[in-house]
């Protein structure tokens, strides 16, 4: 029997009526959104592809990160800082339900610099960051080489600084997948692998959702289907602009913990192991190669971060399609045609994961999404230019 299979029957529905709340996309997003759903109502159930998927959730670093996000849209940065702050909340949570750890570290975080243009660009990047009308203020320094050097002791001799959040920080992402998905099974809620849904329709102010193994119906919908959400979104009368983006990350073997604090592309994680990422590059959807100069180019920055990594074997790479809009800021809508059917997507669900499950999902069951998300819906690509 395959794995596939044995995972199948063990998430048969167990729930056989109208569901209270259903969410359509088992990825990181779409998991923490159900979790926090099974707080609020009994009975929730998420549709899922299963394991042939394009996915996101299992090819990220994992970092919580806040230091430049909301460039161009401050609403980004205060709700991103506010998933920052809800984190250990929805790790304890996680904890306490499953018994299960995520392996979070907020202790800060850093964006190495390794040459003065990078040096100057970054200070003019965080202050104008910093600076816009509107945006949340956080405290963030520009260290020179000698006070990195007192944080990471071995940096290489290019580094000449960073920049430093002590808001930043990580988790383990697989960790943390693993954890939503025994919550799932501990609380009841019905994930359904191999349910990919093909037409959603709207009858008697019900949600009924086409899957090969039957009608789902359910209450209130949220479609948080990574990528697939361009089609899904159409079938809720949401036209839903993103675009694969590919990153690719390189795995390290594990030694004893030697950098405390994460670099925005460089990390070891809580069990050792190095993750050394990612590029951003524009992908078209089966184009999910690895790529040799990317991942020279990536090995080699950090080696000149951390020189000792250059005796540390790489044990694996991959890469994975990042689930990007239009203009790269997460979108959230309840469909004007469809009360009750919300849309959520973003290429952060590590980092916004806890602002999902806490804040999300109870305006969902509450039937609103409030004023502080009006400036992620797709109303703002509509919007005509002035000239
Ligand atoms: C290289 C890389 C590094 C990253 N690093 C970070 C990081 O450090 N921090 C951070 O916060 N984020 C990071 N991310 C982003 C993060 O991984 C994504 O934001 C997140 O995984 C997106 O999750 P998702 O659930 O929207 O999409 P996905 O993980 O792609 O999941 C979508 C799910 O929807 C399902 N689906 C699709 N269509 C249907 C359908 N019709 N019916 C039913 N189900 C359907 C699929 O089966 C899939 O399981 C990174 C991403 C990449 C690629």
Same mark, same amino acid.
Request: charged share 20%.
């Given at each position: 029997?395959?794995?596939?299979?044995?995972?199948?029957?063990?998430?048969?529905?167990?729930?056989?009526?109208?569901?209270?709340?259903?969410?359509?996309? +088992?990825?990181?997003?779409?998991?923490?959104?159900?979790?926090?759903?099974?707080?609020?109502?009994?009975?929730?159930?998420?549709?899922?592809?299963?394991?042939?998927?394009?996915?996101?959730?299992?090819?990220?670093?994992?970092?919580?990160?806040?230091?430049?996000?909301?460039?161009?849209?401050?609403?980004?940065?205060?709700?991103?800082?506010?998933?920052?702050?809800?984190?250990?909340?929805?790790?304890?949570?996680?904890?306490?339900?499953?018994?299960?750890?995520?392996?979070?570290?907020?202790? +800060?975080?850093?964006?190495?610099?390794?040459?003065?243009?990078?040096?100057?660009?970054?200070?003019?990047?965080?202050?104008?960051?910093?600076?816009?009308?509107?945006?949340?203020?956080?405290?963030?320094?520009?260290?020179?080489?000698?006070?990195?050097?007192?944080?990471?002791? +071995?940096?290489?001799?290019?580094?000449?600084?960073?920049?430093?959040?002590?808001?930043?920080?990580?988790?383990?992402?697989?960790?943390?997948?693993?954890?939503?998905?025994?919550?799932?099974?501990?609380?009841?809620?019905?994930?359904?692998?191999?349910?990919?849904?093909?037409?959603?329709?709207?009858?008697?102010?019900?949600?009924?959702?086409?899957?090969?193994?039957?009608?789902?119906?359910?209450?209130?919908?949220?479609?948080?289907?990574?990528?697939?959400?361009?089609?899904?979104?159409?079938?809720?009368?949401?036209?839903?602009?993103?675009?694969?983006?590919?990153?690719?990350?390189?795995?390290?073997?594990?030694?004893?913990?030697?950098?405390?604090?994460?670099?925005?592309?460089?990390?070891?994680?809580?069990?050792?192991?190095?993750?050394?990422?990612?590029?951003?590059?524009?992908?078209?959807?089966?184009?999910?190669?690895? +790529?040799?100069?990317?991942?020279?180019?990536?090995?080699?920055?950090?080696?000149?971060?951390?020189?000792?990594?250059?005796?540390?074997?790489?044990?694996?790479?991959?890469?994975?399609?990042?689930?990007?809009?239009?203009?790269?800021?997460?979108?959230?809508?309840?469909?004007?045609?469809?009360?009750?059917?919300?849309?959520?997507?973003?290429?952060?669900?590590?980092?916004?994961?806890?602002?999902?499950?806490?804040?999300?999902?109870?305006?969902?069951?509450?039937?609103?999404?409030?004023?502080?998300?009006?400036?992620?819906?797709?109303?703002?690509?509509?919007?005509?230019?002035?000239?």
């Amino acid at each position: 029997m395959s794995a596939s299979t044995k995972q199948s029957i063990a998430n048969e529905r167990r729930h056989k009526g109208v569901y209270d709340a259903l969410v359509i996309g +088992g990825g990181l997003v779409g998991s923490a959104i159900a979790f926090g759903l099974r707080q609020e109502v009994d009975h929730v159930a998420v549709l899922d592809e299963g394991d042939v998927a394009f996915r996101a959730s299992r090819g990220n670093f994992g970092l919580v990160w806040v230091q430049s996000k909301g460039m161009g849209m401050p609403a980004y940065g205060h709700w991103t800082v506010s998933s920052q702050r809800l984190w250990s909340a929805l790790a304890e949570k996680l904890e306490a339900i499953t018994g299960l750890e995520v392996g979070l570290e907020q202790k +800060g975080g850093l964006h190495a610099v390794l040459t003065e243009h990078e040096y100057e660009s970054r200070v003019q990047f965080m202050n104008k960051l910093i600076e816009q009308p509107g945006m949340i203020h956080y405290q963030w320094k520009m260290l020179d080489r000698k006070e990195l050097l007192d944080m990471v002791p +071995g940096i290489g001799p290019e580094v000449l600084g960073a920049s430093w959040t002590e808001i930043d920080g990580v988790a383990n992402p697989l960790k943390m997948l693993r954890a939503l998905h025994t919550a799932f099974d501990v609380q009841n809620v019905d994930y359904l692998p191999e349910h990919p849904v093909a037409d959603i329709h709207f009858k008697n102010n019900i949600f009924e959702m086409d899957t090969p193994h039957g009608v789902v119906r359910a209450k209130k919908i949220v479609v948080a289907s990574g990528l697939g959400n361009q089609v899904l979104g159409n079938q809720i009368g949401l036209s839903i602009p993103v675009r694969p983006q590919r990153g690719q990350i390189i795995v390290l073997e594990r030694t004893k913990r030697m950098l405390q604090l994460p670099f925005a592309t460089l990390r070891q994680m809580d069990e050792g192991t190095w993750l050394i990422g990612d590029s951003q590059e524009e992908a078209a959807y089966a184009d999910g190669e690895v +790529g040799l100069p990317i991942l020279a180019t990536l090995a080699n920055r950090a080696v000149r971060t951390i020189p000792k990594l250059r005796d540390v074997r790489v044990v694996r790479s991959w890469s994975a399609l990042r689930v990007m809009s239009k203009d790269g800021f997460p979108i959230y809508e309840e469909s004007p045609r469809f009360p009750g059917a919300f849309v959520a997507t973003c290429h952060s669900g590590v980092t916004l994961a806890a602002a999902h499950a806490l804040r999300l999902a109870p305006m969902v069951v509450e039937g609103k999404l409030s004023e502080e998300m009006a400036p992620f819906s797709t109303r703002r690509f509509n919007v005509q230019a002035t000239t």
